[in-house]
């Protein structure tokens, strides 16, 4: 039996959670962990040497779940310790509510959940939905019904090491089909607004950077669901020949 694991990083009553677990039940076998609280932006933070309470809940259709009080990363870092059977054969974290394109992926508890698979040993894949007020899992159909597609294959002829999938669906009835594409550039337009000694991140949703063809940004504006390989080898390998020419020296 295919074994899989879903998180996410909107909470464990998310409606993008459930939309994905009733399609992963069609691939296999599903274990849920999830935040216990929204943990959109936090990036890859784990809770080292930190109490991190874990409880059972069950979902809205009854679905048993585990309730993480931490991270994205936290729910798998402790399910690869031992709180779930693992490995399994695939974590899929979603399905988010909102985008991860471009930047977006170093802040995003849903891609960085996947990264943390990888970290372990497993293939992982995170999901994205280009709409931010889905409320109902029936709002995520089509985003669960590619991501289904996406995994399947994946079960099928396997990733390599460290490198996940980050999929991006375009808040369409029908997308027009899967692009594969490389990280897009976003323009951030944050703002800051001040009450006193209190201060808060606010502005309109970021632009894409010209929209390039050929990037996630470009295919989910264009109506078809992006996906982007990402691995964790974060080095700038055409640089070094540059730095080696700085001459640096102590």
């Known amino acids: 039996m295919v074994k899989i694991i879903v ?3 909107d909470g464990i009553q998310a409606p993008g959670i459930l939309a994905l677990v009733k399609a992963m039940r069609e691939l296999g076998e599903v274990d849920v962990i999830a ?3 929204n943990q959109s932006a936090t990036g890859h933070k784990k809770s080292l040497f930190t109490d991190i309470p874990v409880g059972e809940v069950s ?7 585990l309730s993480v009080g931490g991270s994205p990363a936290d729910c798998i870092a402790l399910a690869a ?3 779930l059977t693992w490995p399994p054969d695939v974590v899929v974290s979603g399905i988010n509510r909102g985008p991860n394109m471009g930047q977006d992926i170093t802040y995003s508890g849903t891609v ?7 970290i372990n040993g497993t293939q992982a894949v995170a999901v994205s939905f280009n709409r931010r007020d889905a409320n109902q899992p029936d709002d995520y159909a089509e985003a669960a019904r590619v991501a289904a597609s996406v995994v399947a294959r994946v079960l099928e002829r396997k990733l390599p090491p ?3 999938l980050n999929l991006n669906v375009p808040n369409v009835e029908r997308v027009k089909g899967i692009r594969l594409t490389r990280q897009g550039i976003r323009i951030y337009q944050d703002e800051l607004a001040r009450d006193g000694n209190l201060y808060r991140i606010v502005g309109p949703e970021p632009s894409g950077y010209t929209d390039e063809e050929g990037t996630d940004l ?5 109506g078809y669901a992006s996906l982007t390989p990402i691995h964790l080898d974060l080095t700038a390998h055409r640089l070094l020949a540059d730095l080696a020419a700085w001459d ?3």
Request: without cysteine; aromatic residues 2%.
């Open 112 to 118: 960085t959940a996947a990264l943390e698979a990888a």
């Open 7 to 9: 998180t996410n990083d």
């Open 248 to 250: 640096i020296t102590v």
């Open 35 to 37: 935040p216990m609280l």
């Open 81 to 83: 310790l031992g709180v």
């Open 218 to 222: 470009w295919a989910v504006h264009n």
């Open 162 to 164: 460290l490198t996940i």
């Open 59 to 65: 979902l809205a259709d009854g679905t048993r779940a």
